[in-house]
Structures are given as C-alpha cells and as structure tokens.
C-alpha cells in the first residue's frame, strides 16, 4: 500500500482487526521510509457497479462518493458516525444484491431517500432538495407535508 504522506510504494501492516460492524478490515500501517502511520479498510466487493446517470453518462460507482454526499446531508445533525457507515454499507450490499452490473442513478438516490428517512428527517428534507431539484419553497412544503402524513 503506498504512503498518503511520502508516496513510499510499501507500508507494513501493524494492526488489523474488524470494522464495528464486521463490515471491513481495519488495518493501522506504517510507512518505513518517512515513519508515517495511517488506517485502510479492505472491504468485500461482489461485483463492479456502474452507475448510470440521467443523461445517459456512465460512471463506476463510488463509495466514497455516496458518503460524501450523505455527510453533507447530515452535517451538524446528531448521527454517530458508526450508523453512517453501516447505512452506506447496507446501501451498497442492496445495489451489489440486485443482480445488474448497470445501476440506474435515481435507483441509488431512492434507496438513500429510504435510508435517511428512517435515520434522520432533517437529512432526509435536505438530501431531497437536491436529489428532487427544488426549485421553490412549497417544494418543501409538499415534502414535509408527506412526512408529517406518514407520521399518522
């Protein structure tokens, strides 16, 4: 594994053991060249995604990008980093289950609808004015008329 901080092509492993959620290995290496500590995971992947955007564009799929977008949504709001990770987890274990190498883009956003919903209404109403391109005001107001509906 190549150092973040020197770019030294071999680092040596000094620790692993299981994320929280059994979901990756977390491994702490150090690089001999500059004496530079740093963590990765090594995930399970069951196949390579493409994602196919709206106007036709494909691109493979990115983790680290559907994290990005899901911590911007959730900034300043009280998650545990450790719930993120497992959504984002269970998120993608659902895109690898379905069986397509192609992923349609608005499959991933419903299914990050779904998961915040139950995770937190703020991000929720947040990640849907981007997602759903609000344009106005009563584009909220329809949202969170529906989420108060789903309250009874």
Known sequence: MRCPFCGH????????RPSEDNSAIRRRRHCPA????????????LRELVVVKKNGRREPFDRDKLERSLAHALRK????????????TGIVRRLESLGENEIQASTIGELVM???????????????SVYKNFRETKDFENLIGELEGDKD
Not at 9 to 16: P, R, T
Not at 77 to 88: G, H, L, N, T, Y
């Open 34 to 45: 500059c004496g530079g500590r740093f963590t990765t995971f090594e995930r399970v992947q």
């Open 114 to 128: 779904q998961a915040l919903s139950s995770l937190d209404k703020v991000a929720y109403v947040r990640f849907a």
């Open 77 to 88: 709001r009280p998650v545990e980093a450790e719930r993120v990770d497992r959504m984002v």
């Open 9 to 16: 092509d071999d680092s040596q492993v000094k620790d692993s």
